[in-house]
């Protein structure tokens, strides 16, 4: 997005954009799928950001817990209700799309900037019920969930166990004199902790409990409980629910409890779509007992999207800022530079601008995978279910921590005022973060990962399972160590270099594995005392995956402008670079020492190429200056009267001597006196 009036905008910026190499509106067009999306994009920005009905009178950071939730209730109320009753709003998009971009964290993070109360029940409880409902129950739940009739969420997580699924205490006992299933929290650790929109707003979950039915444990599935009354919204008898308290961000989400007193829901209020209770108590096995666990699926895809858009906007601020800011002389007597020209600045930026293109390819052909699998005649979902659960583990880790970590080093590139809540980095980097913890903890998910690649591996796979597409290379020949320089420092001969490191890295893990075994030692054990060369084989595998998606992706790329196809050819070579100075290409013998100095010699041309470009990029990323929401980040480069204005709407500044001076100041410089 550019200023309106470019006679307002900061000079620096307006001369970065005169030197741009490449059509920006190409590669808007590219991130929005299309130039239809991004018409419906600007229309549905302009209806709700110029809507009174979504300002904030007060700027959120200065309201207490409870006004904040509030005010982003009030909104995300009122974005459904434009959605469901406003025809020109529904002219624009159609429900479903419209309601995808703003309870995503599209346009409605402009709008709901603290958290949005009702994003779980779109994000979460609505794909549960489209995933695991039978159809009779789709027709009776998803319209009126749909209609904002009933507001849900996922309630999964417990205080005592998050990660280990099969670890959670909650139960759902079957009794078939009543035809009921009897839910309890059976301990304190068995409390729900952590749901979104569970405290104060929804008032049913999709409740994840161990299932028992004619005595027997049947492991986690999906019910639906009602929580709070639909009229009075009071909590129900049996139910105790709130809120969790404050927390690093999205603090007005209402992340909830609930602790359950044996409370009785109908048979058919167990989600049956896969596994089934009869009326007698009958357990019907799904054709896998992990579909059940689908709705994270879907989720671990959104997440990569998301975090990509988090590092978008960062990215934004930071370079236009750094075009902006001018600090230091780079040749004394020559006067201050902007900071964007120094190397160390360009090698902080220009990354996560080909992060943002790397995410993007990647999550896409995720996306396509995830439809092929859950679309597909069942037979081939399941035979593909074991690695798209790998790849969306892998790459929502990858993109969880790539994105997180790029945002903090653009908060880092802003220097002081960085830290300012007015830059907008603070919010955008503790909702990033988060993306690393929920939907399965990184850590956690990389050792799914691994473990997925040393089964492959080491032919471990059970009779009929077939190793997936991306994890081939581990079958074929080992590429040639020896192959001439020109040949391994290609695209794709870099992209061989990780499959080498991750075909090494497995061998070493499972030579020590079998010899700790060997030794005595207990198999599980074993494994844990190799998780560390396992986790490194698991990130090996995904960023060659990404290095491979980011090449091919740009190789296919139709139809684009000569200038613009350099610009992501460079970002692209930018990428594998950047990642090549990764100790594993050398240690696995990819790359030699002057392999690493010829590479980072083009590495830092690259760089100064690249700079060039880089507000056009991130005005291409076209993101609205209310989304931005960013004193440092605005199109025009206003970057200083920004900063004033925002700092005068203070609270403390309302008033020249604080009432706190006459209560405590003034008696404590009396007393010294
Ligand atoms: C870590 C695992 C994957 C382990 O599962 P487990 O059943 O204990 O399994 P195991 O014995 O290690 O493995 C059994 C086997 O099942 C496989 N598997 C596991 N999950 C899936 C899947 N989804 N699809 C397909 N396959 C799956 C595993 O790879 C294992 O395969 P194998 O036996 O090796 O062939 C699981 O417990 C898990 O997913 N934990 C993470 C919990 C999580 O993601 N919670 C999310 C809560 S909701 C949330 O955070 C919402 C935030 C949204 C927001 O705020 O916006
Ligand atoms: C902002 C936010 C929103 C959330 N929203 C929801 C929601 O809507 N619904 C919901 O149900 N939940 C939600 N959660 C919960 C979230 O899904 C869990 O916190 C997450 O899955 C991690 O589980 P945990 O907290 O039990 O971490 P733990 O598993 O206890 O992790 C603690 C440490 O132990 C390590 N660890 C754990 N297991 C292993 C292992 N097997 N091997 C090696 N290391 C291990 C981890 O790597 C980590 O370092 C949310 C959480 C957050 C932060």
Same mark, same amino acid.
């Given at each position: 997005?550019?200023p309106?009036?470019? !006679?307002?905008?900061n000079?620096?910026l307006?001369?970065?954009?005169?030197h741009?190499?490449?059509?920006?509106?190409?590669?808007?067009?590219f991130?929005? !799928?299309?130039?239809e999306?991004?018409?419906l994009?600007?229309?549905?920005?302009e209806?709700?950001?110029?809507?009174?009905?979504?300002?904030?009178?007060i700027?959120?950071?200065y309201?207490s817990?409870?006004?904040?939730y509030s005010?982003?209730?009030?909104?995300?109320?009122?974005m459904?209700?434009?959605?469901?009753n406003d025809p020109? $709003?529904?002219n624009?998009?159609?429900?479903?799309? /419209?309601v995808?971009?703003?309870?995503?964290?599209?346009?409605?993070?402009a709008?709901?900037?603290?958290?949005?109360?009702?994003?779980l029940?779109?994000?979460?409880f609505l794909?549960?019920?489209?995933?695991?409902?039978?159809?009779?129950?789709?027709?009776?739940?998803i319209?009126?969930?749909w209609?904002?009739?009933?507001?849900?969420?996922?309630?999964?997580t417990?205080?005592?166990? /998050?990660?280990?699924?099969r670890g959670?205490?909650?139960?759902?006992?079957?009794?078939p004199d009543?035809?009921?299933?009897?839910?309890?929290?059976?301990?304190?650790?068995?409390?729900? +902790?952590?749901?979104?929109?569970?405290g104060?707003?929804?008032?049913?979950a999709?409740?994840?409990?161990?299932?028992?039915t004619?005595?027997k444990?049947?492991?986690?599935?999906?019910?639906?409980?009602?929580?709070?009354?639909?009229d009075t919204?009071?909590?129900?008898?049996?139910?105790?629910?709130?809120?969790?308290?404050?927390?690093?961000?999205?603090?007005?989400?209402d992340?909830?409890?609930l602790?359950?007193?044996? $409370?009785?829901?109908?048979?058919?209020?167990?989600?049956m779509?896969h596994?089934?209770?009869?009326?007698?108590?009958?357990y019907?096995q799904?054709?896998?007992?992990?579909?059940t666990?689908g709705?994270?699926?879907?989720?671990?895809?959104?997440?990569?999207?998301?975090?990509?858009?988090?590092?978008q906007?960062?990215?934004t601020?930071?370079?236009?800022y750094?075009?902006?800011r001018?600090?230091?002389e780079l040749?004394?007597?020559?006067?201050e530079?902007?900071?964007?020209?120094?190397q160390?600045?360009?090698?902080?930026?220009?990354?996560?601008?080909?992060?943002?293109?790397?995410?993007?390819f990647s999550?896409?052909?995720? +996306?396509?995978?995830?439809?092929?699998?859950?679309h597909?005649?069942?037979?081939a979902?399941?035979?593909?279910l074991?690695e798209l659960?790998?790849l969306?583990?892998?790459?929502k880790?990858?993109?969880a921590?790539?994105c997180s970590?790029?945002?903090?080093?653009?908060r880092?590139?802003?220097?002081g005022?960085?830290?300012?809540?007015?830059?907008?980095l603070?919010r955008?980097?503790?909702a990033?973060?988060?993306?690393?913890?929920?939907e399965?903890?990184?850590?956690?998910?990389?050792?799914?990962?691994?473990r997925?690649?040393l089964?492959?591996?080491?032919?471990g796979?059970?009779?009929?399972?077939?190793?997936?597409?991306?994890?081939q290379?581990?079958?074929?020949?080992?590429?040639?160590?020896?192959?001439?320089?020109?040949?391994?420092l290609? !695209?794709?001969?870099?992209?061989?270099?990780?499959r080498?490191?991750?075909?090494?890295?497995?061998?070493?893990?499972?030579?020590?594995?079998?010899r700790?075994v060997a030794?005595?030692?207990?198999?599980?054990r074993?494994?844990?005392a190799?998780s560390?060369?396992?986790?490194?084989?698991?990130?090996?595998?995904?960023?060659?995956?990404?290095?491979?998606?980011?090449?091919? /992706?740009?190789?296919?790329?139709?139809?684009l402008?000569?200038g613009?196809?350099?610009?992501?050819?460079?970002?692209?070579?930018?990428?594998?670079?950047?990642?090549?100075?990764?100790?594993?290409?050398?240690?696995?013998?990819?790359l030699?020492?002057a392999?690493?100095?010829?590479?980072e010699?083009?590495y830092?041309?690259?760089?100064?190429?690249?700079?060039?470009?880089?507000?056009?990029?991130v005005?291409?990323?076209?993101?609205?200056?209310?989304?931005?929401?960013?004193?440092l980040?605005?199109?025009?480069?206003r970057?200083?009267?920004?900063?004033?204005?925002?700092a005068?709407?203070?609270?403390?500044?309302?008033?020249?001597?604080p009432?706190?001076?006459?209560?405590?100041?003034?008696p404590?410089?009396?007393?010294?006196?």
């Amino acid at each position: 997005m550019k200023p309106a009036a470019e !006679n307002v905008c900061n000079p620096d910026l307006l001369k970065e954009r005169a030197h741009c190499r490449f059509i920006p509106e190409e590669i808007t067009h590219f991130l929005d !799928n299309g130039s239809e999306n991004t018409k419906l994009r600007h229309k549905l920005e302009e209806y709700f950001l110029n809507n009174p009905l979504f300002d904030d009178d007060i700027p959120p950071d200065y309201l207490s817990h409870s006004e904040r939730y509030s005010n982003e209730l009030r909104k995300s109320c009122a974005m459904v209700q434009c959605f469901l009753n406003d025809p020109t $709003v529904q002219n624009i998009a159609g429900q479903m799309e /419209g309601v995808r971009m703003l309870m995503g964290n599209g346009l409605g993070s402009a709008i709901t900037k603290d958290g949005n109360p009702l994003a779980l029940h779109y994000v979460m409880f609505l794909p549960a019920l489209i995933s695991q409902a039978s159809q009779e129950q789709m027709a009776y739940w998803i319209g009126r969930a749909w209609a904002g009739q009933i507001i849900g969420t996922y309630a999964q997580t417990e205080l005592g166990h /998050g990660s280990f699924l099969r670890g959670l205490e909650t139960t759902a006992t079957y009794d078939p004199d009543s035809e009921e299933f009897v839910l309890h929290s059976p301990t304190i650790t068995s409390i729900k +902790w952590w749901p979104g929109g569970l405290g104060k707003t929804a008032n049913h979950a999709v409740v994840m409990a161990q299932l028992y039915t004619e005595g027997k444990c049947w492991g986690p599935h999906a019910f639906i409980v009602q929580l709070r009354d639909l009229d009075t919204h009071a909590s129900l008898p049996g139910i105790s629910v709130g809120e969790i308290g404050p927390r690093l961000g999205t603090n007005s989400q209402d992340n909830g409890f609930l602790r359950l007193h044996h $409370v009785r829901i109908p048979r058919l209020h167990m989600l049956m779509q896969h596994a089934q209770v009869t009326k007698s108590g009958e357990y019907v096995q799904p054709a896998s007992s992990k579909l059940t666990y689908g709705t994270m699926v879907f989720v671990r895809v959104a997440i990569c999207f998301d975090a990509g858009r988090q590092l978008q906007r960062a990215v934004t601020i930071a370079t236009r800022y750094s075009a902006v800011r001018r600090q230091s002389e780079l040749v004394p007597g020559e006067g201050e530079v902007q900071v964007l020209d120094y190397q160390t600045q360009q090698h902080k930026l220009l990354p996560q601008l080909a992060t943002v293109f790397a995410v993007t390819f990647s999550a896409r052909r995720l +996306w396509e995978t995830y439809n092929s699998v859950t679309h597909g005649p069942k037979e081939a979902q399941l035979a593909l279910l074991p690695e798209l659960h790998v790849l969306s583990c892998g790459l929502k880790a990858a993109c969880a921590s790539d994105c997180s970590l790029g945002c903090d080093v653009c908060r880092l590139a802003c220097g002081g005022h960085g830290y300012l809540a007015s830059s907008n980095l603070p919010r955008i980097v503790t909702a990033t973060t988060a993306t690393q913890t929920y939907e399965g903890e990184n850590t956690v998910m990389w050792l799914q990962v691994a473990r997925y690649l040393l089964k492959v591996y080491s032919d471990g796979l059970e009779s009929g399972e077939e190793a997936g597409p991306s994890v081939q290379f581990l079958r074929e020949p080992r590429p040639d160590l020896t192959a001439p320089s020109h040949a391994r420092l290609t !695209n794709y001969g870099l992209v061989m270099g990780w499959r080498v490191a991750v075909v090494a890295l497995l061998q070493e893990a499972q030579q020590e594995l079998q010899r700790r075994v060997a030794a005595g030692q207990q198999p599980d054990r074993a494994r844990d005392a190799c998780s560390l060369t396992l986790v490194d084989a698991a990130q090996c595998y995904i960023r060659g995956h990404m290095c491979c998606q980011f090449v091919a /992706g740009v190789d296919e790329l139709q139809g684009l402008s000569a200038g613009t196809t350099l610009v992501l050819q460079q970002l692209c070579r930018l990428y594998l670079l950047y990642h090549a100075s990764s100790s594993h290409l050398l240690r696995h013998g990819w790359l030699s020492g002057a392999d690493v100095s010829q590479l980072e010699a083009e590495y830092r041309a690259l760089l100064t190429e690249l700079r060039q470009d880089a507000v056009a990029l991130v005005d291409s990323f076209d993101i609205h200056d209310r989304i931005l929401n960013s004193t440092l980040g605005a199109a025009d480069g206003r970057v200083y009267d920004r900063l004033y204005e925002e700092a005068l709407k203070s609270p403390l500044n309302q008033q020249d001597v604080p009432d706190a001076f006459n209560k405590y100041l003034r008696p404590l410089l009396k007393s010294s006196l």
